[in-house]
């Protein structure tokens, strides 16, 4: 079956570009433009999407006009040796003729001869002397892998920014922050549960009665708990009985 010819417009049509350094959140547009007489749905997909936030993700272009997708591509670790496989794309359909109430019911409902789509890859350009420093940092030094906690680094937003795309970019922010504080809790009750393990242990070993060694021995040496009298006048009875059979 022959593939259905995408309706919208691509702007940029193959690829997405991002342009380093990498330690905030990078963004690119990619705009969509329906040039036909009918409404168009759209949803934006991609293969890494822990890497990217996507807003908006989904929705209905009208006749004629254009929406704007911003894809924030997260803060992280820049390696120029790694090859990037990331790639986006862009699923469309012709939204029915009468009022949608949901639109997450009418891509399940969807049928596969009904899809179009356009795929588009990432490229990331990262500036020359940013790149020469990474390269010689690889070639120094092993590469270090930094908890997840530690590279939500917030993003830097300007005032000019759209109000929406803040509001995008600091919600992926705030959902970093509460994946890292999550983890921190989770390793503090395990580290919890092995103390009071530990003390229990403690507390049983200290309480084991010890009384017992020392009455043993003292019932086995019965002669070491007689005071030195007793030995005194057993002397002394035994010498007059060996007198008395002499004389």
């Known amino acids: 079956m022959a593939k259905n010819e995408q309706v919208l417009i691509l702007e940029p049509a193959g690829e997405l570009r991002f342009k380093g350094p990498f330690t905030d959140v990078v963004t690119a547009d990619l705009k969509l433009k329906n040039p036909s007489d009918k409404k168009v749905c759209f949803k934006v997909k991609t293969t890494a999407p822990k890497r990217y936030c996507v807003r908006p993700n989904s929705g209905i272009i009208e006749p004629g006009l254009a929406v704007t997708v911003a894809v ?19 699923q469309t359909m012709f939204a029915p003729d009468s009022k949608v109430d949901s639109l997450e019911q009418l891509w399940k409902d969807v049928t596969p001869e ?3 789509d356009s795929k588009l890859k990432c490229v990331f350009d990262m500036p020359e002397s940013a790149q020469q420093s990474s390269v010689a940092d690889v070639e120094e030094k092993p590469k270090i892998v930094r908890p997840l906690e530690t590279q939500a680094v917030k993003p830097a937003v300007s005032s000019s920014t759209d109000p929406e795309l803040k509001k995008a970019m600091e919600e992926c922010y705030k959902m970093q922050n509460e994946i890292g504080q999550l983890r921190d809790e989770n390793s503090k009750l395990k580290d919890e549960g092995i103390r009071l393990r530990k003390v229990a242990i403690k507390d049983t070993v200290s309480s084991t009665p010890t009384s017992s060694s020392s009455s043993m021995s003292t019932q086995a040496n019965p002669a070491m708990a007689l005071p030195p009298v007793v030995y005194i006048i057993a002397a002394v009875i035994l010498g007059f009985i060996i007198g008395k059979f002499i004389l």
Do not use: A, S
């Open 114 to 116: 009904n899809l179009m």
């Open 72 to 90: 924030m591509l997260q803060p992280f670790e820049y390696d120029p040796t790694e090859k990037n496989r990331h790639k986006f794309m862009v």
